[in-house]
C-alpha cells in the first residue's frame, strides 16, 4: 500500500512554464511534507518543505500548495528552466518520528 | 566540509555472495540511514540507527544485516545476495529523527547481483 502518491510520473514542459507536480497521502497523523530533488547521476537534495499549519510555503519559484480537508499537496514551478530537470520526491512524515516515507517520484523534463 | 560518502561506487557479486557497503559521515549526525533507490518506488528505508552501537528495522530489512560501529560509520551487509537486491543504495544522515530533519545523502552505491 502506497501511503504517499505523486503524478504525474513524468513531466514535460516548455523553459518559461509552470510546472505543477501533485502528491497525495492516506495517513491524516502526516504533519511534515518535504520534497527532495535528484538530478540525473546525483543523490537526492531537500528542495523546500510544508507543515500543515500552513496553506502555502514558497521558495523562490517554488511554491507548495497544501490542502489538508483532500490530504493533497502540489508543488508549484514558475518560470521553469532546464536545470530544474530532475526527479523530484514527494514525502510525509510525522513530527517526532523516525519514518519518513517517500513517493515514486515525478520525472520533470524542461525544454528549452 | 560536511559530508557523507559512500564505498564503492558500484560493486557487482553474483548471487549468494557476500557484500559490505560502507558509509561514512562527517556531519557530527547522531542519525544514520541506510535506502534502497528503485524506479516506480522511489527511496525505501532499509535500517536506521541513532548511534553507534545501535539499530533499527526500517520498512524493507529482510536480507539486509547493519551495523554502527562508530558514530562517523554505518555498514549495509548482504550475506546471501539476491538479484531481487539489484539495486541503488543511499546511506543518508540527520541531525535528528529522519521524518522531519533534513536528509543529507551520499553520492549512492549502484549494486548489481547476478
Known amino acids: 500500500q502506497q501511503q504517499v502518491r505523486q503524478s504525474p510520473q513524468s513531466l514535460t514542459v516548455w523553459e518559461g512554464e509552470t510546472a505543477i507536480l501533485n502528491c497525495s497521502y492516506e495517513?491524516?497523523?502526516?504533519?511534515?511534507f518535504p520534497w527532495y530533488w535528484q538530478f540525473p547521476r546525483e543523490s537526492p537534495a531537500l528542495l523546500i518543505a510544508?507543515?500543515?499549519?500552513?496553506n502555502k510555503k514558497e521558495d523562490g519559484r517554488f511554491t507548495i500548495f497544501f490542502n489538508k480537508r483532500e490530504k493533497k499537496l502540489s508543488l508549484h514551478i514558475t518560470d521553469s528552466q532546464p536545470g530544474d530537470s530532475a526527479t523530484y520526491f514527494c514525502?510525509?512524515?510525522?513530527?517526532?518520528?523516525?519514518?519518513?516515507?517517500f513517493g515514486s517520484g515525478t520525472q520533470l523534463t524542461v525544454m528549452p | 566540509e560536511a559530508a557523507v560518502t559512500q564505498s564503492p561506487r558500484n560493486k557487482v557479486t553474483v548471487t549468494g555472495g557476500n557484500v559490505t557497503l560502507s558509509c561514512r559521515q562527517t556531519?557530527?549526525?547522531?542519525?544514520m540511514y541506510w535506502y534502497r533507490q528503485d524506479t516506480g518506488h522511489g527511496l525505501r528505508l532499509i535500517h536506521y540507527?541513532?548511534?553507534?552501537?545501535?539499530?533499527q528495522i526500517g520498512d524493507v530489512p529482510d536480507g539486509y544485516k547493519a551495523t554502527r560501529t562508530t558514530q562517523e560509520d554505518f555498514f549495509l551487509l548482504l550475506e546471501l545476495a539476491s538479484p531481487s537486491q539489484t539495486s541503488l543504495y543511499f546511506c543518508?544522515?540527520?541531525?535528528?529523527?529522519?521524518?522531519?530533519?533534513?536528509?543529507?545523502f551520499g553520492s549512492g552505491t549502484r549494486l548489481t547481483v547476478l
Open positions: 543518508a544522515s540527520s541531525e535528528g529523527t529522519g521524518g522531519t530533519e533534513t536528509l543529507y
Open positions: 495517513d491524516s497523523t502526516f504533519d511534515y
Open positions: 510544508i507543515r500543515p499549519v500552513s
Open positions: 514525502a510525509a512524515s510525522v513530527s517526532g518520528s523516525w519514518q519518513l516515507i
Open positions: 556531519n557530527s549526525h547522531n542519525y
Open positions: 540507527s541513532y548511534g553507534a552501537g545501535n539499530l
